[in-house]
């Protein structure tokens, strides 16, 4: 320590030199680095783990990029980990690099890793006591008052009620007392615009080490009764370094924990405390982390809420206001709203005015979002909320260097990374992949391992281009804790594919019914994992050989024919899986009537479900399909919705669902279907069966809105039947009437209004002499129809001549549906 550090009393005197700081403030950064140029220490003390001791020097590697943070985690327990991140603008990163660039010596004091994760679990087994025993507490309010000194000496707090509950924040604590109500705010005018020029380097410390003093006098460890185990073994460790270092060391910590470390103790005392606390094997290493983890907003409690104008305070070398301003007026206009350098200007003079009227030092945050609002966003929090996500906050990731300690599925995963050309990033962004391409093609299965290991760097998403099996769309957005995912994942393999192949074998073996095995198939195959697929269609053909349940197997039969499809896109052969799907889909043939008798309600909407569900896995299956057992499955669904749309025992949602699809199979004429519907709603159906009817054949957003509103005949049956319903019925039917039309898009709902105050002519036609709504009338208008015809050529790619060639022929035949046969 130099003389002129240790010429007076206070935080110079000899003894470590105790720089209390507020983590990841930048004004304490600023401060740490001026007082440690000041003071060079000969080593310096960090509050952290020290089992991150040997990872120190990865601080000066040039592929370290801050934001990151150091991982500890449980060997055989990846889950159980903890973090503590560091930014550019963090105390604790500026005295690494300080100690790094002028060769000192720097070390971590805190209690060891191998204790902290051990008492994760201990913790949560308080917490549940503690569950258990408030209404007690409630009931005594005047035990156990004294605010956590118990036998350490500290003075009573005030009476809040048990010390448990009392866990204070320091900075609000002295917010509150300056008379300011944001801590934030007050932060801001006494740290970070504080003038250092000139001013002695350890004055800051100083004050605010005195301020913790007092706290602490007052509140004891405020709630934080584990802060004492901690501060004995960091005594224990400075004095340690005193002796090594000739006493010249400097300890970089929160400004909390100050009084506690400059406290005279005895070395039994603090030893007492740290015996037999429960230990765990624990492993250490650097992850990258992001700006919004350093935020309240996401969930992470690392004391500010505003990293992104932090780290812009911290990198400013003057006028940070201005720069600010500039920052915003950029991504405004990278959003191309209309911001000039008026806004600019106009924007820095508000801040200061609003500055200077509320009587703080500098414009902090608070004044320049009051100013960008008024300014830049014309008074609207809309392009506001996008200036506070992405530059208040920020979705900075940091980077760490390949020589960082890492389990071997992490550096497989930084492999391929590298290969496909998938890079890592924190801010949210879609991806659209082409899967005949190899490169996209890589990037999928990459994504679907993952998936499978529980890794969610990406979710599918629906594509906004084509839906083709050949097309995937991906979310991504990289989290730091994906990183704990991996380590936990690292158990089934030392690489990607080893470690989805095993993951898979594993939830095979576990899955509780036959959908998710199934479910899991479909997985195996977009992930492309061909020595897990045996495994899992071995223990697919067992459990739909004994499950006997129709739902079940109705909800399996979806996700194996989508696996077919994938596995036709992606090169995989899927031979036995064809054959246990068209098994699977034979039982619900014959097993489905049967199931659907006298079921309530809520039963039958559920196998309307599965009907649904089973349609649509039939038509992909014998779509294509060269296999005459296949080909002929759509038959045979045919004749199974035929038996149940005859069933009186089959409630009505399901056989008229049945109806419809046969009706859009064209298995079923319309003539029929209005018969068969007439007879539902004839005044000997109960009107409960009959709405029930209805919901199934035109409800459930399957374009039954579209189905009235073309052929007048059913909407007539509806509209003759709902003005028949009795009084006392009507109510009854009410919900499930509303049920099936609100479902509608409003411009369906308006036009079968029209329809309906219109009133249908003889035989559901339109009225003669009445107009209509606008293309819609008794017969087919054959030049509106030939208007869409140089449209349709151009989407199907027909030349003229193909066009002129179908259009003869069109006109060779005057029959309705053959108008467009040109095209077809």
Known sequence: MSEDAAASGGLRAPGPLLLGVRHHGPGSARAVRAALDEARPRAVL????????????LAADEDMRPPVALL????????????????????????????????????????????????????????????????????APGEGEAAGGGGDGEPDGPRHGPAEAVRIDPLAVLAETAGYDDPERWWEDVIEHRGARGEDAFAPFEVLGEAMEALREVYGTGGHERDLVREAHMRLQIRAAQREFEDDVAVVCGAWHVPALRRRTTVAADRALLKGLPKVKADMTWVPWTHRRLSRVSGYGAGIDSPGWYGHLFAAADRPVERWMTKVAGLLRDEDRLV??????????????????????LPGLTETTDAVRAVMCEGSDVPLALVHDRLVVGDVLGEVPEAAPAVPLQRDLARLQRKLRLKPEAQERELELD???????????????????????????ASRGSTGTFRE???????PELAVRVAEAGVWGTTVISAATAKAEADAVGAQSLADVTGLAERCLLAELPDALPVVMRILADRAALDADVGHLAQ?????????????????????????????????????PPACAALDAEAAEEMRGHVDAVHGAVGLLAEGSEDDSRAGIRGRWHSVLGTLSARDT??????????????????LGQAEAARLMGLVLSPGTAPGDAAAWIEGFVGGGSGGGMLLVHDERLLALVDSWLTGVPADAFTDVLPLLRRTFSAYEPGVR??????VRRGPGPHGSVAAGVSGPPGFAPDLDTDRADAVLPVLRLLLGLDLDDADHAGDNRADNDHPDNDLAGVR
Request: hydrophobic share 40%; aromatic share 6%; charged share 30%.
């Open 46 to 57: 960090l509050e952290g783990p020290p089992e991150a001791d040997a990872l120190i020097a």
């Open 72 to 139: 500890a985690h449980v060997v055989d327990e990846p889950g159980r980990s903890a973090f503590w991140p560091f930014a550019e603008f963090s105390p604790e990163w500026v005295a690494i690099r300080w100690a790094l660039e002028h060769e000192v010596p720097a070390r971590f004091i805190d209690l060891p890793a191998t204790h902290t994760l051990a008492w994760g679990r201990e913790e949560e087994n308080e917490k549940k006591e503690n569950d258990k025993n408030d209404e007690s507490e409630k009931e």
């Open 340 to 361: 000039s350098s008026a806004h600019v200007i106009e924007a820095v003079r508000l801040a200061d005015t609003l500055a200077a009227m509320r009587g703080r030092p």
């Open 435 to 461: 899967l005949r391409k190899e490169t996209d093609g890589g990037r999928s299965r990459l994504l679907h391992r993952l998936r499978l290991l529980g890794v969610g760097w990406g979710e599918p998403a």
């Open 473 to 479: 769309t991906w979310r991504l957005r990289w989290e």
């Open 556 to 592: 399996a039969l979806p996700a194996l024919v989508r696996s077919l499809r994938y596995g036709d896109v992606r090169g995989t052969g899927t031979h036995a899986l064809a054959e246990v799907a068209a098994g699977l889909a034979e039982r619900v043939f014959v097993g489905l």
């Open 650 to 667: 089959v409630p009505g949602v399901v056989r008229g669902r049945a109806v419809r699809l046969l009706l859009d199979d064209g298995e």
């Open 750 to 755: 308006r036009t079968l209004g029209e329809l």
